[in-house]
């Protein structure tokens, strides 16, 4: 069965330092990964995707298929960055995506 | 931007009643979801809908039942609701395929007492 899974429920590091959420998944088909992100009272949002190869807010994340990963790394985390981060699955043959269960990211100053 | 907008921020409802949550998208999405936010167990899917009278179960769907009459409109219906139903309920909504991921409302914090 698919599944997506976040060893960590909180992750503490300081300002500058580097971060590393980590993210494994389950799927024996070609997977389409997402990193979504929630700020304090804010909504649920799309961070990025691994298709698109994108860095946003300096985060970045790579699909490692030998290892069935797809870790989210800052080189130097920010105050801001606080927040609760979930890594998702598509899987094509239910166009349906599903949420690991979340690592807390705390950035001390 | 995509919207998705839920009716109620903050809910507190009594053990039987029944309780409907509202979700409107305003992007002519044909997919919504419904999922649960739950400390520790993420989010968990209760119940999507691919077209309008549509619907299928998530992972999660006893307790509640849903109601796609009109595109943007998918409701959430707790039949009886349930201490064990109070939890954080988010709707999404996506283009065929979410390529682009799911956009999602801001949550409805719903108390069952």
């Known amino acids: 069965a698919q599944r997506v899974t976040q060893p960590e429920k909180l992750l503490s590091v300081f300002k500058g330092a580097p971060v590393e959420l980590k993210c494994n998944y389950s799927y024996s088909g070609s997977p389409e990964l997402f990193w979504y992100v929630q700020y304090s009272r804010q909504r649920l949002q799309l961070l990025l995707r691994h298709i698109s190869r994108e860095s946003i807010k300096g985060f970045t994340a790579d699909l490692n298929k030998g290892e069935t990963s797809f870790h989210l790394k800052k080189p130097f985390a920010q105050e801001e960055d606080s927040a609760m981060y979930y890594c998702a699955l598509r899987y094509s043959s239910a166009s349906k995506i599903i949420f690991g269960s979340g690592t807390r990211l705390s950035i001390r100053p | 931007d995509v919207k998705v907008t839920q009716s109620s921020r903050y809910l507190v409802k009594r053990t039987g009643e029944k309780v409907f949550l509202e979700c409107v998208q305003d992007m002519d999405h044909e997919n919504m979801f419904w999922y649960r936010q739950d400390p520790g167990l993420g989010l968990r899917l209760i119940y999507f809908?691919?077209?309008?009278?549509?619907?299928e179960k998530g992972d999660i769907p006893e307790g509640y039942s849903v109601s796609r009459e009109k595109k943007e409109r998918f409701s959430l219906i707790l039949e009886s609701a349930s201490t064990n139903q109070t939890s954080m309920y988010l709707c999404?909504?996506?283009?065929?395929?979410?390529?682009?991921?799911?956009?999602f409302g801001s949550g409805t914090r719903l108390t069952v007492v």
């Open positions: 999404a909504s996506g283009d065929p395929g979410q390529r682009y991921g799911y956009t």
């Open positions: 809908s691919y077209d309008v009278k549509m619907k």
